[in-house]
């Protein structure tokens, strides 16, 4: 008699040939959803990926904005669960990796777009508001990341002591502060900007600049300083 061999499942064939054409030409012949398909394959055995990769690409609008999305709003997609989304997930995460293992020990942060662009890889995707300093020399160059805070900005949690204590003992000559808006609304709330009036009064008593503080979402960003709102 002879062996039962298991019969491939359909969806295998045109996952290879995804996988093929990637080998052979990388990404450039894909459409946005067969990407997302490819890396849906790899938490989600044995079942054609490519209507779940379609309806996520519909739902968020394209392909930077489903790589961009957390665990909770991917979830929300009818068949997309925890294991379904490891891969949109780990090439998440390996980009971020990368992104930081770029990044030179020296980092120069002289212009609102550098220092926004570096903000938003630290908390431009964090679900909860993170309040931050970046502790400064004179000619710019960062000395230390601080996390003060995380939850909605408010006087307590942000005390302009926590700030400017870190900054001395860092030696730092002037700060950045940063928080993020998960909302992605990067106005300032009157919170805010009552936080920042304090805390541009006390530097000058202390003699540390506040240079700027700047609300980062994902994809977008404000400037105090560009504002004129210190």
Known sequence: MGENKKKPHPAEGHRGRLRERFIQSGLDAFLDYEIIELLLTLGTPRKDCKQMAKELIKKFGGLREVLDASQQELSKTEGIGLMNSFGLKLFQSMAERYEREKI?????LETP???????QEKIGREEKEHFITLCLDTKNNLI???EISIGTLNESLVHPREIFKEAVVNHAAQVIVSHNHPSGDIQPSSQDLL?????VE??????????????VSRSNFLSFRE???I
């Open 104 to 108: 030179v020990q020296k980092i120069v």
């Open 113 to 119: 777009q550098k220092v926004a662009k570096y903000l």
């Open 144 to 146: 230390k990341i601080i």
């Open 195 to 199: 936080v920042t009036k304090r805390l």
């Open 202 to 215: 006390v530097g000058k008593i202390l003699g540390i600049e506040l240079l700027d503080h700047i609300i």
């Open 227 to 229: 504002q004129n709102l």
